[in-house]
């Protein structure tokens, strides 16, 4: 007997497909603090940016974001074919090659940093340089597959974009741009895991050790909880520095104690367990859907305070 | 005297032909847009002095 390979069925790739090898809602969170840090570092330095450098600086973080996702799926496009959930993607759906996948990725990552270099200075562009490396390489060929960790340190690849978008501005990276940067990193872990609870079984039959896969749902949802709870006051922390004022104090506060609350019901349910209720696994994508609203709101409010004038800082009063 | 086809060459169909042509039109357009956007970058920062400063 000999082992059948199903190979995918030809099909003639479309843009849309090549659009999604590079992973469009990623780029949209990517983009959307890319600019929020942009805003934030001009209205709290008072250095001004060109408008049309500005839109580069920004393009140029979403085509990096873009190249990241296309080197992504070109290494993991074994593996995505054997889960359900990625089995569609470009690469194993037939549609695009895995070498113009690859070659797709290294382009754009070229040309991506070099725009971002044109529009604004070294610092972004470097940075720009070594988040793509970051995801593409630390996070995808070294981690995913190594190590249950691969979550959290990874989660540095996309907690990069409001910093690029601070250096784009100012040429440097004060501790608002690092506070940002935080945010995103113990951001990832819950929201990634939340996730990771619905797909548990995907993961266990390609063997990346996932969490769940691991160390089984319930130290998952612990970590979510425990994840959450520094969440939480590091998205105070910008209140403290005065990059937040009361618009942006309220919303991190209401979020926050949202969060909590979800990742308070999750450690009381049985979410990812195998006896887990249909209202269980319904509970962990709330919470995964939940914090990717959580992220948007939190950076939403960054930005309508920086780009709208209605920036008072509490401290100082 | 007829040309035989070089069976190296792969023979594409009339869709792959099509979706060649697609592909073809969008990295031209892709090409087209990263020469303008150098030459936006290149104009602003001969007009602002960006960059002049810390090349000197």
Redesign the interface.
């Known amino acids: 007997m000999t082992d059948a390979v199903i190979l995918p069925q030809k099909r ?4 849309v497909d ?1 659009l999604n090898l590079m992973k469009p809602r990623i780029m949209m969170l990517v983009v959307f603090t890319g600019f929020a840090g942009l805003v934030a570092a001009s209205s709290m330095t008072g250095i001004a940016i ?1 408008p ?2 500005a839109a ?1 600086a920004t ?1 140029a973080v979403a085509l990096g974001s873009g190249a990241a996702g296309a080197i992504n799926m070109w290494y993991d496009s074994d593996i995505d074919a054997v889960m359900t959930r990625t089995s569609t993607r470009p690469i194993p759906s037939g549609a695009v090659p895995r070498e113009e996948a690859l070659a797709l990725g290294l382009i754009m990552s070229g ?1 991506s940093v070099m ?1 971002m270099w ?2 604004s ?1 070294w610092l972004a562009a470097g940075l720009l340089a070594f988040s793509i490396f970051y995801y593409g390489v630390i996070y995808t060929m070294w981690l995913k597959r190594a190590t249950p960790q691969n979550i959290v340190i990874g989660g540095g690849a996309g907690a990069f974009p409001p910093v690029i978008g601070w250096a784009a501005v100012t040429g440097n990276i004060p501790l608002d741009a690092w506070i940002l940067f935080a945010i995103i990193f113990f951001w990832t872990p819950p929201h990634f895991w939340a996730l990771s609870l619905l797909a548990h079984k995907e993961y266990a039959k390609v063997s990346v050790p996932m969490l769940p896969v691991t160390h089984g749902a319930k130290v998952t949802r612990q970590q979510i909880l425990i994840y959450t709870l520094v969440l939480v006051p590091v998205s105070l922390l910008p209140l403290a520095t005065g990059l937040g004022g009361w618009i942006y104090g309220a919303a991190a506060l209401g979020l926050g104690a949202t969060f909590l609350a979800y990742a308070v019901r999750l450690i009381r349910s049985n979410a990812g367990d195998a006896n887990a209720a249909g209202a269980d696994m319904k509970l962990a994508r709330n919470t995964f859907v939940f914090s990717i609203l959580y992220l948007f709101a939190l950076f939403g409010a960054v930005l309508v305070e920086h780009a709208a004038g209605l920036h008072f800082p509490l401290t100082g009063l | 005297m007829t040309e035989t086809p070089d069976p190296a060459v792969p023979q594409l169909d009339a869709e792959a032909l099509k979706a060649r042509k697609r592909r073809n039109l969008w990295l031209g357009l892709a090409l087209a847009g990263f020469v303008v956007l150098v030459m936006i970058t290149t104009v602003i920062r001969l007009n602002t002095g960006i960059g002049v400063s810390e090349r000197m």
């Not at chain 1, 003639?12 to 843009?15: L, P």
Request: net charge neutral; aromatic share 6%; proline share 0%.
């Open positions: 003639h790739a479309t843009a090549y060109h049309a450098m580069i393009l040309v725009l044109l529009a200075n």
